[in-house]
């Protein structure tokens, strides 16, 4: 059973490359980001709390994902792709804890590599579509400064357990895609 992090500054193309990792191998999706945009437009609680942080383009707390996190991983029975989640060390070290309680381990960590001005680009291209809240340039600015301060410590981690495995993320989408089956197996 195949358990993987997908990894990558906002606009890497996460999201984009889970449609395909899911298929390919059969494994469960689970994307933070998706989740806590649900808990908003549900109005939730929890919706109501996180809502201003994210619309900022700040990281939520660490225990709200964890909570969320721990309960995907034990309704699971297919392995998972983990999209936006771990977004920090102290994330990625209850991951791995997480994972030894459900018997499991983690495979690989894909890294998407891609320069900033591309990852710009995207995003403003989709805000013109999509309309995500925190989709515009300045909150793309403070999205990626929580990326370089808080969440790129995480590559080094997974580096250290020989799980990194980077990949070019400029090119198309089915380009991208073939180098994460080969670089995965
Ligand atoms: P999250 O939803 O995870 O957003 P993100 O990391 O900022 O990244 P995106 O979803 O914007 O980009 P992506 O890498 O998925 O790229 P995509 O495939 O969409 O998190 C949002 C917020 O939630 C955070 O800011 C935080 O507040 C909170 N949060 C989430 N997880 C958390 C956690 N663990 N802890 C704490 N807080 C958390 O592609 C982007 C665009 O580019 C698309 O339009 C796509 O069509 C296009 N594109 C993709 N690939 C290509 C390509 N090869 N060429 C050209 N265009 C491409
Ligand atoms: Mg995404």
């Known amino acids: 059973m195949k358990n993987i992090v997908i990894f990558g500054a906002p606009g890497a193309g996460k999201g984009t490359q889970s449609d395909f990792i899911v298929e390919h191998y059969g494994l469960t999706h689970v994307s933070t980001g998706d989740l806590l945009r649900k808990e908003i437009a549900d109005q939730t609680e929890l919706g109501k709390r996180i809502k201003n942080i994210m619309d900022a383009g700040q990281l939520v707390n660490d225990d ?33 804890k997480l994972l030894s309680k459900y018997g499991r381990e983690l495979t690989c960590m894909v890294q998407l590599e891609v320069p900033k001005d591309e990852l710009m680009r995207r995003l403003l291209e989709r805000a013109k579509i999509q309309g ?51 670089a995965i197996g």
């Open 64 to 96: 709200i994902v964890v909570e969320m996190m721990d309960k995907a991983i034990a309704a699971d029975t297919k392995g998972m792709l983990f999209d936006g989640f771990p977004r920090t060390v102290a994330q990625a070290e209850v991951l791995d």
């Open 132 to 182: 995500r809240a925190d989709d515009n340039e300045a909150t793309i600015n403070n999205r990626l400064q929580e990326y370089n301060s808080k969440t790129k410590p995480v590559a080094d981690y997974y580096a250290k357990q020989g799980k990194q495995k980077l990949i070019d993320g400029l090119g198309t989408i089915e380009d991208i895609a073939a180098r994460i089956r080969q």
